[in-house]
């Protein structure tokens, strides 16, 4: 076990690292003929991260593109050609059908040989992209030349020479390349990569999510041991277990353990499956699949049905008679396994959906180790009862008997899967653009399935399940009671959302504000500046710190944050009142009024062309960060003033990611 953390830990530190440049791409030139030569891209990218093919529709991301700038000697056969696993699928980001590629692929360019001698220049332009953020448009350089025929040796002399070059070029100062960039404020552009991460500290977000999942996992299993199917048996297992060894207490305990560690392997196991048959990068793109979504609406539709009593999942009953007569035939450590997993097998129909939803859950994280991790939590809290009341065997005459409330818990279950459910049909939705399950639609399904829950709880609303006669007349025990008046006030609060309210408590499981047809919120804050230079001189005039945001015009969560976070009316305050906001368009294609020549991080040459280009360059060399939205707050000299932002509809995070930089810069 330790050494699955280990590998966990470093597989989590090696994630984070490579999110600032998930996609690498070299380039090579290969003589296929006396005639003919290739110019060879090869791309390597990171999980979760896909790019782009070719000949994508204008309005979508960016597609690859080469660009031919200097050819003597030389012209193109055919255009830009892409090899490797295509995949093709409808984007409900983009709104449109997109082909691109995963963990690896290939472009080239074949050129025809027509001098004694050849000269070519350019560069590929490639857009790549994972669920949550987009990499600006980046460039690749080549420039390639030889003769018009010679032998092997030769090129191999004339490609180590221009690797020589190469290397002798990515050798100058970046910071000096950038000059030309900034005139006379070169100091705007020091980079403060260092100075940033110490104030963002250990932020990781894959660490965050694990945690998430785990502890979902371990209030689904609390949940779980509270239903009908697996309450009453705990006094019953431990009462065998305790009886198995009357003369010796010590057995008894020892194989009440085995039993609970038992149930932790067989789950742990199913969340291992799991990961196994899709592996990392078909969990992550399950998020955003519209068939899968469908699928998982239908199945939490399906459990809630079964919660609400209209029919009982089960699984056959030989699989049970099967392990429970192996079980009874066997001794030891064996045994004890399998009567583990006749427990799992004989409370699926209560398990089961709760196990399903959670997958679900896990699986659409874009977490690879999400199944695992969060079956791992549901087992501990699944079989640590088992093992508690084995070394305390008193603790059994304090338990709550089991009743109808385990019924109520069922219920209300089914109440919740249900809206979840709507969860992922709004994402299909959006994929096929049904426009079905607008956003006041959404909210309308969720104040009813939330208002009916009320009344379940506060006892005006009876299923079938509840019994009958004078049970249906019993009075709702107070929790219960409680439950429903917060159940209740919740589809109150959801209310003025039909009208544009944000419903912040709603806003990651809701379509986004931009499909509701009526909608009164019109706040909006926009930039003064789009210009870096332009925007910190007028900071410096007006005496105020400086919010830069990175951001793109095909950005689908900068608009997210905008409409979610910036109209808060306290972050609109602070943005307009108390901060200089600068927004840089990193897809900005205005060309530059002269292309400028840098060299990046890892000593590749660049040539900036566009507006864009140069915001983008700017993000990575300044702030050592390659996607959008972020968001950094600066001094007059272009220093950070708190922790960076990036996409999260948290207002009270974004508010303190505000007050502290003007604390700061106050100071």
Same mark, same amino acid.
């Given at each position: ?38 110019? /060879? ?45 295509? /995949? ?372 005006? $609303? ?16 107070? /929790? ?101 906001? /600068? ?34 360059? $700017? ?49």
């Amino acid at each position: 076990m330790k050494k699955f953390f280990t590998l966990l830990l470093i597989l989590i530190v090696s994630m984070t690292a490579l999110a600032q440049n998930p996609v690498t791409f070299t380039t090579s030139q290969k003589r296929v003929s006396p005639e003919e030569v290739d110019v /060879i891209f090869t791309g390597k990218i990171q999980p979760g991260w896909h790019v782009y093919s070719t000949g994508l529709p204008d309005d979508g991301p960016t597609s690859a593109t080469l660009t031919t700038e200097k050819a003597t000697g030389v012209q193109p056969i055919g255009g830009l050609k892409a090899q490797g696993k295509e /995949i093709s699928e409808f984007d409900d980001m983009f709104g449109m059908k997109l082909r691109y590629f995963e963990n690896n692929v290939t472009f080239t360019q074949r050129y025809k040989i027509t001098g004694d001698k050849y000269d070519i220049k350019g560069f590929l332009e490639f857009g790549a992209c994972n669920d949550q953020t987009c990499m600006p448009p980046t460039s690749v350089e080549f420039s390639y030349n030889g003769d018009g025929v010679k032998d092997a040796a030769e090129e191999e002399k004339e490609e180590a020479k221009a690797d020589t070059l190469a290397a002798d070029t990515a050798a100058v100062d970046s910071l000096a390349l950038a000059a030309p960039l900034v005139g006379n404020d070169s100091i705007l552009w020091q980079p403060v990569i260092k100075e940033l991460n110490a104030l963002d500290g250990d932020q990781s977000m894959h660490s965050r999510s694990l945690w998430y999942i785990f502890l979902m996992g371990l209030l689904g299993g609390l949940i779980a041991l509270f239903t009908p199917c697996v309450w009453p048996i705990i006094p019953m297992t431990v009462s065998f277990f305790l009886k198995r060894a009357k003369d010796d207490k010590k057995k008894g305990i020892k194989d009440a353990i085995t039993y609970g560690a038992s149930i932790v392997v067989i789950y742990l196991t199913l969340g291992l499956a799991i990961t196994a048959i899709f592996g990392a990068s078909a969990l992550n793109a399950l998020s955003t699949n519209a068939v899968f979504n469908l699928f998982f609406c239908a199945l939490l539709v399906v459990f809630a049905l079964s919660f609400f009593g209209w029919f009982e999942l089960t699984l056959p009953s030989k699989w049970t008679n099967k392990v429970d007569s192996k079980a009874s035939s066997t001794s030891g450590l064996l045994s004890i396994f399998l009567m583990a997993f006749t427990l799992a097998l004989v409370s699926f129909s209560c398990t089961g959906p709760i196990i399903g939803f959670l997958l679900v859950d896990f699986a659409t994280s874009g977490n690879f180790w999400g199944p695992a991790i969060g079956m791992l939590g549901f087992a501990i809290a699944l079989a640590l009862p088992f093992t508690l009341f084995a070394l305390f065997p008193t603790w059994l005459k304090s338990a709550p008997k089991s009743g109808g409330w385990m019924n109520i818990l069922k219920v209300t279950l089914g109440f919740i899967e249900l809206a979840f459910a709507l969860k992922f049909f709004s994402v299909a939705d959006l994929a096929y653009g049904w426009r079905l399950l607008d956003r006041e639609v959404f909210l309308c399904l969720w104040i009813v399935i939330f208002g009916a829950l009320g009344l379940y709880l506060i006892g005006k $609303l009876k299923f079938q399940s509840d019994g009958t006669g004078e049970e249906l007349t019993k009075p709702m025990p107070v /929790i219960c009671i409680m439950g429903g008046l917060v159940s209740i006030a919740f589809a109150i609060y959801m209310l003025p959302g039909l009208w544009g309210a944000p419903c912040k408590a709603v806003s990651a499981f809701a379509p986004p504000m931009y499909t509701q047809d009526f909608n009164l919120n019109t706040k909006e804050v926009r930039a003064a500046f789009t210009n870096y230079e332009e925007g910190m001189a007028a900071a410096r005039a007006q005496g105020k710190p400086v919010i830069v945001d990175f951001t793109g015009f095909g950005c689908v969560n900068c608009r997210k944050m905008e409409a979610a976070v910036w109209t808060d009316p306290s972050v609109a305050d602070k943005l307009n009142n108390d901060f200089v906001l /600068i927004s840089l368009f990193v897809d900005d294609k205005t060309p530059l009024p002269e292309q400028i020549q840098v060299t990046e991080a890892d000593g590749t040459q660049r040539t900036l062309r566009t507006v864009g280009d140069k915001w983008s360059y $700017l993000q990575r060399y300044k702030f050592g960060f390659n996607a959008q939205p972020f968001y950094v707050t600066l001094d007059h000299e272009g220093k950070p003033l708190s922790r960076s932002f990036v996409y999260k509809e948290d207002v009270p995070d974004y508010m303190d990611f505000l007050n502290t930089a003007l604390s700061n810069f106050r100071k």
